[in-house]
């Protein structure tokens, strides 16, 4: 069984540009959501994965996931994905020996800027860089299964 702790934080200002290393473009779809899980499809740039993840809205949470060929990936997502589909560009930055994802949204989602920081306990002392803003790890409408029926543009 997989296991992620992960934090999510409001972005403010563009501070985290500076620490790039690289990107990923990022298409993706949900085949199913319930009470106790939501099955994902994800394009990373040429790559496809499968993605299973708990339902819990806390920072540690199951979580498997499988390389798939890109092909399959793409057909999901074109023809059993819940629509609009889920884009976004991934920025990794590294910080004080911590990587950040930071996730530029598009289309109904564009405004919305989210870093996020894997660790490994839920105890674990980071240093939070002075462009990460308020935590929004336990609210559900900044979790991407939430962003399809109830995108950013709907609430800001």
């Known amino acids: 069984m997989g296991t992620e702790i992960e934090r999510k934080f409001l972005v403010v200002g ?14 993706q779809g949900y085949l199913a959501n319930n009470d106790r899980c939501s099955v994902r499809v994800r394009l990373a740039d040429d790559r496809g994965y499968l993605n299973i993840k708990s ?8 979580e498997f ?12 997502l074109d023809h059993l994905c819940a629509k609009p589909l889920i884009e976004k560009t991934r920025y990794y930055v590294d910080y004080h020996g911590h990587l950040w994802e930071v996730d530029v949204f598009e289309g109904d ?10 660790l490994q306990d839920v105890d674990e002392v980071f ?9 929004v790890t336990a609210d559900p409408r900044y979790y991407n299964v939430n962003l399809i029926d109830h ?4 609430w800001r």
Request: glycine fraction near 8%.
């Open 14 to 27: 563009d501070g985290w540009r500076e620490g790039v290393t690289r990107q990923s473009h990022f298409r």
């Open 151 to 154: 995108p950013f543009k709907d």
């Open 109 to 118: 989602n564009a405004g919305l800027v989210i870093a996020e920081i894997e």
């Open 55 to 62: 339902f819990e809205l806390q920072m540690q949470r199951t």
């Open 127 to 135: 240093d939070k860089p002075d462009w990460v803003g308020a935590e």
């Open 65 to 76: 996931e499988y390389s798939i060929p890109d092909t399959d990936a793409r057909e999901m």
